[in-house]
């Protein structure tokens, strides 16, 4: 069974930072896009960042950049988000995907990736 899952959810201040990570099972993911996601209650789900499969291409919704990064391990198989200066508006539950089809590119639409994994709650408190 092939799953995605991501970790390191919590409660922070604002300001403060955490860092999501995710991991796979049932088969490698070290030649897919990595993407992030997250929905707060009441919206749409939303693209926040990723790293291509080959880690040379990183992508990054506009309301994040200069806040979050994202790195890959490719010896682990791991995906790392970290989020710096966080605000309230950051409060969402972030999911982890994966896309088989994100080699060179990561893409920012949610039907491109074929794994979700369950999500995280991230509440940053004000």
């Known amino acids: 069974q092939v799953q995605v899952e991501e970790s390191g959810g919590g409660l922070v201040q604002a300001g403060g930072s955490l860092r999501l990570s995710c991991t796979g099972s049932?088969?490698?993911?070290?030649?897919?896009?990595m993407g992030w996601f997250r929905q707060a209650p009441g919206k749409e789900r939303e693209f926040v960042a990723g790293?291509?499969?080959?880690?040379?291409?990183?992508n990054f919704a506009n309301f994040v950049k200069g806040r979050f990064t994202v790195s890959r391990n490719f010896a682990k198989d791991t995906v790392d988000l970290q989020m710096n200066s966080l605000t309230p508006e950051d409060t969402a539950v972030y999911y982890c995907a994966a896309s088989g089809g994100g080699y060179w590119d990561v893409p920012s639409r949610g039907s491109s990736y074929d794994y979700w994994g369950q999500g995280t709650q991230v509440t940053v408190s004000s």
């Open positions: 049932g088969r490698t993911f070290i030649r897919d896009a």
């Open positions: 790293i291509s499969g080959s880690g040379t291409s990183t």
